[in-house]
C-alpha cells in the first residue's frame, strides 16, 4: 500500500504543475507531466527494491537507475525546444520536465515533503513570474524578407528606414531574386530587434513605401 500511496502521490504532484502548463497550452501538459512523474517514481522504487533484495553486495547501487532517469529526461527536453529564426521557445517546459522527474524520484524515495514542496515552488515559480513579465519590454526578435531593386540607395534607404523605427538588424544576407531575369534585383533577408515593440504593419507599411522596394515579408 506504501508504494501504491507514493505512485499516486506523484501522480498528483505531477498533475499539479502539469496543469500549469495546459492551462498555457504548452507542448508538455498535464498527461506528460503527470506520466513522466509517474514513471520517475516507479523507476526510483524499482531502484530501491532491487537494492533491497540484493543488500551487501558491492554491485548493488540504488542510484544507477535513477540517473538514468535524469540523462534520459533530456530527449524528452530536446523535443519540447523550438526554434523559430532568432526565437527559442519551450525552455521553460523542458525544465518542467526535469523537475517533474526530480520529483517522480523523491517521492519514490520516500522525500515526500522535499517532493511536495518543491511541486509548489515550481507552481508558483511559473504563475507569479509569468505575470512579471508584462511589468518589463522584452525586445522582439523579427526576420525579414524584401525583394528590392539592386542598387546602393535602395538598400541604404531600407537600411535608414529600420533605423528609424528603432529596429536593429542583427543579421543580413543578400542574394539574386530567383525570378528575376538579371541581377536588376536582389533579396534581403535579416535578423532583427525591435527594440521598441512598433507594430509589424508600421514597419512593413513604410518599408513598401521606398522607391525599388517590391515585397515584403516581416515575421
Not at 524528452?76 to 517533474?100: H, P, Q, R, S, Y
Not at 509589424?200 to 515585397?215: F, R
Request: aromatic share 6%; proline share 0%; net charge neutral.
Amino acid at each position: 500500500m506504501v508504494l501504491l500511496g507514493r505512485l499516486a502521490l506523484s501522480c498528483i504532484l505531477g498533475g499539479l504543475i502539469g496543469y500549469e502548463r495546459e492551462s498555457k497550452s504548452k507542448s508538455a501538459g498535464l498527461r506528460t507531466n503527470m506520466l513522466v512523474c509517474i514513471g520517475s517514481c516507479l523507476i526510483m522504487i524499482l531502484s530501491t527494491e532491487i537494492y533491497s533484495t540484493v543488500e551487501g553486495k558491492t554491485n548493488a547501487d540504488p542510484a544507477r537507475l535513477a540517473a538514468q532517469v535524469v540523462s534520459g529526461i533530456g530527449f524528452l527536453g530536446a523535443g519540447a525546444i523550438m526554434k523559430e529564426g532568432l526565437n527559442v521557445t519551450g525552455l521553460t517546459t523542458a525544465a518542467c520536465l526535469w523537475v517533474v522527474a526530480g520529483v517522480g524520484l523523491s517521492v519514490g524515495a520516500g522525500y515526500y515533503i522535499s517532493a511536495f514542496f518543491t511541486s509548489v515552488l515550481v507552481f508558483l515559480v511559473l504563475e507569479v513570474f509569468a505575470k512579471l513579465d508584462s511589468f518589463h519590454k522584452i525586445d522582439k526578435k523579427l526576420t525579414a524578407k524584401i525583394i528590392i531593386k539592386n542598387n546602393s540607395t535602395a538598400v541604404q534607404e531600407v537600411y535608414d528606414t529600420l533605423k528609424l523605427h528603432n529596429i536593429k538588424i542583427c543579421q543580413i544576407k543578400m542574394k539574386n531574386a530567383e525570378h528575376a531575369h538579371d541581377d536588376s534585383q536582389v533579396v534581403v533577408e535579416m535578423e532583427l530587434i525591435n527594440t521598441k515593440n512598433i507594430r509589424e504593419v508600421e514597419v512593413t507599411h513604410a518599408l513598401y513605401a521606398l522607391d525599388g522596394v517590391e515585397t515584403v515579408e516581416l515575421t
